[in-house]
């Protein structure tokens, strides 16, 4: 992205505009030459062909900058990332230079680009709001110590209005929080070996949470810490009895599959016979690899099985592969788990979230 200058380009552009979670280019490679996708949306009873052009969000990735206007340089960048992977990714699955070693500068851009994909979404955004209402209710839900009967009262009538009301964070948080969030997963995936992957039989899916991870021990949850067991201690000042305050480790943790970092391997499908597939660090292997139609079949319904399940709004197939989505997506159920905390900060966890849908841009 040397090309492109933040400080330079203007805030103004891409305002107003409607901007892809899922980049229109990714779509249009399981699209038909009329640029339309079978779309299966859980808003929706029925799934239907949409153009790629209209699966996208008005102002998404706009944010209010320091000088309080709207500012569309988040989704210039984006743009300026998905250019350059939208190339590599050209580069990379021609059949001209199939078996070629793909060059580092192809591979930090698609690096680049699916580190992005895992924390741009509609999911992430949402995932933050309720990090903020967690945040708030740590800090104004919690059990009394010492306290007389009008605290505790007033304490329980908190507790009611929590169960009702919920805090929301700015939207800026999450696009505040996206490079911060990318770089680490993009330095990661620079280390693992990348292949990419032609299947000779079956189709491919996607979704807008289209990265999927694979472990040989993922049906084994990852535990949270328990609550810790504390016994309060007071001490006298001034002759007032004055409450020590203990510091409590609290552990979130995504529903979401496992991290990349403990992964076996990450795959993404970029079309309906394509992978890329970043493998374990200390494994080495081709550049480009074909598989029997005997192992495509096998990871197909695998991969596309992941796919409905991670599912958060949506999920995409090639117009002639329409019978992958015949059924409706599975429920989404709660986005993290809580550990070490008290047991109504944990239920509220627990339970699916009220509504999906995240704060927009000036609106909700």
């Known amino acids: 992205m040397h090309e492109w200058d933040p400080e330079s380009a203007d805030p103004n552009q891409q305002v107003g505009a409607r901007h892809h979670t899922v980049p229109a280019f990714y779509l249009r490679r399981f699209a038909n030459s009329q640029h339309q996708v079978w779309v299966r949306d859980r808003r929706s009873a029925r799934a239907g062909l949409r153009k790629e052009s209209d699966l996208a969000i008005r102002d998404f990735y706009t944010f ?16 300026q990332i998905e250019g350059r992977a939208a190339r ?9 230079t199939w078996g070629r070693p793909i060059t580092p500068e192809d591979k930090a851009d698609l690096c680049v680009f699916v ?13 933050i709001e309720l990090m903020a209402d967690l945040y708030v209710r740590l800090l104004q839900v919690n059990a009394p110590v010492g306290s007389g009967r009008r605290q505790i009262a007033a304490y329980r009538e908190t507790l009611r209005d929590f169960r009702t009301l919920e805090v929301t964070s700015h939207p800026n948080e999450h696009v505040s929080l996206l490079g911060e969030l990318a770089k680490p997963l993009c330095d990661h995936l620079l280390q693992r070996p990348l292949t990419v992957i032609e299947l000779t039989d079956g189709a491919l899916l996607t979704c807008d949470e289209p990265i999927v991870t694979f472990s040989d021990d993922e049906d084994a949850s990852d535990p949270v810490i328990p609550q810790a067991r504390r016994r309060t201690r007071s001490r006298r000042r001034q002759g007032q009895r004055t409450i020590r305050q203990a510091k409590t480790l609290i552990h979130i943790q995504s529903t979401r599959t496992r991290g990349l970092a403990r992964a076996d391997e990450v795959v ?34 695998e991969i596309n099985k992941r796919m409905l399940d991670q599912a958060y709004f949506m999920a995409f197939a090639h117009p002639d ?9 599975p429920d989404v159920g709660p986005l993290y788990r809580l550990g070490g905390v008290h047991p109504e900060q944990a239920r509220i966890a627990e ?10 841009f000036r609106r909700r």
């Open 64 to 79: 209010q900058n320091t000088q309080g206007q709207p500012d569309g340089r988040m989704e210039q960048m984006l743009q």
């Open 88 to 96: 590599a990714l050209r580069r990379v699955t021609s059949a001209v």
């Open 115 to 127: 580190a992005f994909q895992c924390v741009r979404g509609l999911r992430t955004r949402r995932e």
């Open 268 to 301: 993404m499908p970029v079309g309906r016979r394509t992978l890329l597939v970043f493998s374990p660090h200390a494994t080495g292997g081709p550049s480009h690899l074909q598989v029997s139609a005997e192992e495509s079949a096998e990871a197909v319904k």
């Open 321 to 329: 592969d329409r019978h992958l989505l015949a059924d409706p997506l």
């Open 351 to 360: 339970a699916t979230p009220s509504h999906l849908r995240p704060e927009l």
